[in-house]
Each structure stands twice: as structure tokens, then as C-alpha cells.
């Protein structure tokens, strides 16, 4: 089976790009012939991993810049390489770019997969929307919100962010070390958040809310972006904001840090279904999260959904789970995730047997 995954936000460190890269390792390693489609440039290092893997890499930089370009550009591979299945990711119908060039170089399948429950261009989405439903056909979504946002009434499939559950393991020593190099101690309560740096992410409400705790809570900001030297300088200008928010840029020790924070904050404006959600949980974290992300997060009952116009509801939140969780921490979570669907390799499979009855439509 020839497939190509294509990436209709940048091939980095976000969500979309994880879901691709874990589902391609695998079918590559399966036998399948697997390719991504990625609209930027990519980083040398992932480049390598992703080659090293014995998966093709197709960068076409141009999906905002030039977007005819692209497009043409993209017929032009398609046609070319005859891929059985078109698996395109996404948040909106903007995805009718891809799959309107799958549909014109002949692909008999292609797929939309919706990771989110909105997207900033509303009126481009609406306006898409004859031609979305035109060429689609097959969906597939994260949650059910994710999935009925995008699909309307049609039917989807749903395929949890599933992970690698046992790199999430909680571990002891790990804590330590990690905590060691921001120096705390022991009775020092480390909140963190691990995302882009961007509007969606909306970070910059940590920084008023930790003021608003005690002198012994620490914020680590896991993570790089748009936003990121804004935020930093913002901190960097307040004594006791550098005092108590540290942050890693990119990583690719994400489990080491979750490892050392006592709870979790995502104060998002809108979300799918997070990764760092799902890692978090695995982990054994609790999380205070924006109630605008969907209740289908809560997996293991680990989450309060708060509103982000109310702060006092956030600091309450922050110190009654560790109060009353921090010495509870264990790997019961990360059972509880597999138990649910959400390991990386049976949720492969099943999107493997997904692809083969699609085909099967269509031939």
C-alpha cells in the first residue's frame, strides 16, 4: 500500500506533526510504502530521523506564501507517485487544497482528518466548505468534537492521539534530576505547560496567575513559537517573574520535564485533543485546563476545566490537587490510557485496516 501523509501545518513540534510521524514510523517499519508531504522546510535533525526510517520526505514550502504554486506543485507529485491513500491533517476545510489536488491527479482516496474544534479563518472555512464535501471521502477525527465540528452529520472515524504510554512513565529519579536543574527544593510546587508559543496556546495568562501564589510555586514553559520572545521579555522585566518561570525552548525531553512538575496548566482558547494532554496523563499529572477544551480530555478524571475570566477558580484548583495528589503519583494513569485506546501502535492498526477498506470502496 503507497500512502502519503501530508501535514497542512509545519512538519515541528506540534501535535498534527506528531500524530504523522508516530503513525508513519510504524507503517514504514509494517512494510508499507510511506511518504510525508510537509509545507515547509524541515529541521536537519528531524529530516534525518524521518529518513532514517526509510520514509520519503516531500517539502513544499510554499502553502502560505504561494499558494497556486503549491498546489500545482502538488498535483504534480501526486500524479507522479500514484499514492493509494491521501491522508490529510488539518483543522478546517483549508484541507480542500490537498484534496482537491488528490481528486484532480486521480487518487482514489482522501482522507480530511480534523484535530481541532475551530479554526481562526471562519469565513475561508465556510467558504470552502462545497468543495471540502465534494472531494472528501474518508474521514477520520481525534474526538468526537473534533469530528463533529468538521464533518457535520457525516459519519467519522475516531482515532485517538495515541503514545508511546511507556516513555511517559513516571519516574522517581527522573523527578529528581530534572527538578535539580532548576535548582528547588523539595517543598517547591512546579507548575508547568508544554505547547507553541502562539495565540492558541495563550501562555501569557500564566504569568499574571503566578503571582497570585505563593512564594514557593515555581512555571516551567516547555516549548518554542511566535510568541516566545514576547513572553520571555515580559518576564525577563519583572524581578519576581524571573524568579519563578523558567523556560526550555524545544525539546525532545518532554517526558523528563512532565516528570518533574506537581500539576499541569493548558489555558487554551480552543483545542482537539491535545498530545500534551494525553502525555501529561500518562505521566500521572493532574492538569487545570481552559473550559473551552472539550470534557472528551478527561480521560482519567485528572482535569478541572476552569474558566479563563476567572482566576480565583484557578488558584483554588492549583492548590487543592496538590494538596491532595502529590504524594499519590504512580503509573495507574498511564494503565488507565491503554485500557481506553490510546497506545500509538494498536491505534496504527486500526487506521491500517481503515485505509485497506477504503480502498477496497474504490477499487
Given amino acids: ?34 511518504a510525508i508531504i510537509a509545507p515547509n522546510k524541515v529541521k536537519k535533525a528531524l529530516k534525518k530521523r524521518i529518513i532514517s526510517k526509510g520514509i520519503r520526505l516531500i517539502e513544499l514550502p510554499m502553502r502560505d506564501n504561494s499558494p497556486q504554486i503549491y498546489f500545482w506543485k502538488l498535483i504534480k507529485v501526486l500524479k507522479k507517485e500514484k499514492y493509494d491513500i491521501v491522508h490529510v491533517n488539518g483543522n478546517s476545510t483549508t484541507m480542500s487544497v490537498e484534496l482537491l489536488a488528490a481528486w484532480i491527479a486521480g487518487i482514489q482516496v482522501r482522507i480530511a482528518h480534523s484535530h481541532n474544534t475551530t479554526a481562526d479563518h471562519t469565513n475561508i472555512n465556510k467558504l470552502l466548505r462545497p468543495i471540502f464535501n465534494l472531494t472528501v471521502n474518508g474521514r477520520v477525527a481525534c474526538n468526537i468534537a473534533a469530528g463533529k465540528w468538521l464533518f457535520h452529520q457525516k459519519k467519522f472515524l475516531v482515532i485517538r492521539n495515541g503514545i508511546n504510554l511507556s516513555h511517559f512513565h513516571f519516574d522517581e529519579s527522573l523527578r529528581e534530576n530534572y527538578r535539580k536543574t532548576l535548582k528547588l527544593n523539595k517543598d517547591d510546587i512546579l507548575l508547568g505547560n508544554v505547547g507553541k508559543f502562539n495565540r492558541q496556546k495563550n501562555q501569557v495568562v500564566l504569568l499574571d496567575l503566578i503571582k497570585q501564589l505563593g512564594d514557593n510555586y515555581y512555571l516551567v514553559l516547555v516549548g518554542s513559537g511566535v510568541n516566545f520572545e514576547k513572553i520571555k521579555k515580559r518576564v525577563d522585566s519583572d524581578a519576581f517573574l ?34 500534551t ?87
Fill in 1 to 34: 500500500m503507497k500512502i502519503a501523509l501530508i501535514n497542512t501545518v509545519n512538519l515541528e513540534e506540534n501535535g498534527i506533526s506528531t500524530f504523522i510521524l508516530n503513525n508513519s514510523y510504524l507503517f514504514s517499519k509494517w512494510g508499507e510504502d510511506v
Fill in 242 to 275: 524571573r524568579k519563578h518561570i523558567f523556560f526550555t525552548g524545544a525539546v525532545s525531553d518532554t517526558s523528563g520535564w512532565l516528570n518533574a512538575m506537581d500539576l499541569f496548566l493548558l489555558p487554551s482558547l480552543y483545542e482537539g485533543q491535545p498530545y
Fill in 277 to 363: 494532554l494525553i502525555e501529561t496523563t500518562a505521566s500521572g499529572l493532574d492538569a487545570v485546563v481552559s473550559n473551552i477544551i472539550s470534557s472528551e480530555n478527561d480521560l482519567v478524571s485528572n482535569i478541572s476545566f476552569e474558566r479563563l475570566d476567572s482566576p480565583k477558580d484557578w488558584v483554588q484548583k492549583i492548590k487543592i490537587p496538590i494538596a491532595n495528589n502529590r504524594e499519590l503519583r504512580s503509573n495507574s494513569y498511564c494503565q488507565k490510557l491503554k485500557e481506553k485506546g490510546y497506545d500509538t501502535t494498536e491505534n496504527a492498526k486500526m487506521l491500517l485496516k481503515y485505509y485497506k477498506k477504503k480502498i477496497s470502496l474504490y477499487k
